[in-house]
T-cell receptor, first 112, second 114 residues
Framework: DSGVTQTPKHLITATGQRVTLRCSPR?????VYWYQQSLDQGLQFLIQYYNGEERAKGNILERFSAQQFPDLHSELNLSSLELGDSALYFC???????????FGPGTRLTVL | AQSVTQLDSQVPVFEEAPVELRCNYS??????LFWYVQYPNQGLQLLLKYLSGSTLVKGINGFEAEFNKSQTSFHLRKPSVHISDTAEYFC????????????FGTGTKLQVIP
């Protein structure tokens, strides 16, 4: 158990819909990262937040957005969903001293 | 900018045979290096890390990796694999020191054949 929690575990929705994925980091970690993992694209870094502020952006689509709240949990919002958005979405939190990341179990999103 | 190359996308190996998963990195600064493992339907978990000091790093489940600065490599090895080692393995690099960006490789799928 990494100490990072993600909900929900599975999500099935339709094209055009909007969903919210939630992540709680390990106790004491200020950074949260979001990744998308699919069979054709592999592990893709989406975005990082540090103590409530956006820190780095990766291959995140404009239809996707994220935020980190004062209690440090984070939400990833995916809107106008397309079939190609079906993937595993991972959240990770980081020990900033040594940069190692601790991953949650993931949310499997299926868009029908 | 930094990058990580995992040349082998898949590595099949017989049970109890040795295995080496290759990782090469590129960085203009000193680095920290990591190997993560992802078992089917699970998140990634840290296998081992190199921060400084001894270039041979031992991790969980009998894995070890050697940091080679001149060859900019951090290959992962295990002398005898088990069926339970079947998983995807990711190499990652960051600049040394805290608050550095981490870049992941594309992963190598290790398939252990009984």
């Amino acid at each position: 158990d990494s100490g990072v929690t993600q909900t929900p575990k599975h999500l099935i929705t339709a094209t055009g819909q909007r969903v919210t994925l939630r992540c709680s980091p390990r106790s004491g970690d200020l950074s949260v990262y979001w990744y998308q993992q699919s069979l054709d694209q592999g592990l893709q870094f989406l975005i990082q937040y540090y103590n409530g502020e956006e820190r780095a952006k990766g291959n995140i689509l404009e239809r996707f957005s994220a935020q980190q709240f004062p209690d440090l949990h984070s939400e990833l919002n995916l809107s106008s969903l397309e079939l190609g958005d079906s993937a595993l979405y991972f959240c990770a939190s980081s020990s900033e001293v040594f940069n190692e990341q601790f991953f949650g179990p993931g949310t499997r999103l299926t868009v029908l | 900018a930094q990058s990580v190359t995992q040349l082998d996308s898949q590595v099949p190996v017989f049970e109890e045979a040795p295995v080496e998963l290759r990782c090469n990195y590129s960085s203009s600064v000193s680095v920290y290096l990591f190997w993560y493992v992802q078992y089917p339907n699970q998140g990634l978990q840290l296998l081992l890390k190199y921060l400084s000091g001894s270039t041979l790093v031992k991790g969980i489940n009998g894995f070890e990796a050697e940091f080679n600065k001149s060859q900019t490599s951090f290959h992962l090895r295990k002398p005898s694999v088990h069926i339970s080692d079947t998983a995807e393995y990711f190499c990652a690099v960051s600049g040394s020191g805290g608050y550095q960006k981490v870049t992941f490789g594309t992963g190598t799928k290790l398939q252990v054949i009984p």
